[in-house]
């Protein structure tokens, strides 16, 4: 059974909008960071922002003001809006969740910006 189950990317035009959702199973305990990754051909992983179980946010700088984490507790989903998209910003997308005991990575999404 998958523990992180991400939905919500796909092929948009620059300047576009995507939302990215990860529910994560109940079977996680003690979650107290979600966040999002993504990875760029031959490039490495990077983080994009994550938030934590009191909401405070942390964005990477090359999306801060165009992307947007938010986090439902009571649903242990974690969202990503996607605002004024670029070219550059095309990577297949990770949700992660940090816990007590462990790390956890979804299956990613590939999101892709292009004309």
């Known amino acids: 059974q998958a523990q992180l189950v991400e939905s919500g990317g796909g092929l948009v035009q620059p300047g576009g909008s995507l939302r990215l959702s990860c529910a994560a199973s109940?079977?996680?305990?003690?979650?107290?960071?979600l966040g999002w990754y993504r990875q760029a051909p031959g490039k490495e992983r990077e983080l994009v922002a994550d938030?934590?179980?009191?909401?405070?946010?942390n964005y990477a700088a090359s999306v801060k003001g165009r992307f947007t984490i938010s986090r439902d507790n009571a649903k242990i989903t974690v969202y990503l809006q996607m605002n004024s998209l670029k070219p550059e910003d095309t990577a297949v997308y990770y949700c992660?969740?940090?816990?007590?005991?462990?790390?956890?990575w979804g299956q990613g999404t590939q999101v892709t910006v292009s004309s």
């Open positions: 992660n969740a940090v816990s007590t005991f462990s790390s956890y």
């Open positions: 938030v934590t179980s009191g909401g405070r946010t």
């Open positions: 109940r079977s996680i305990f003690s979650i107290h960071t």
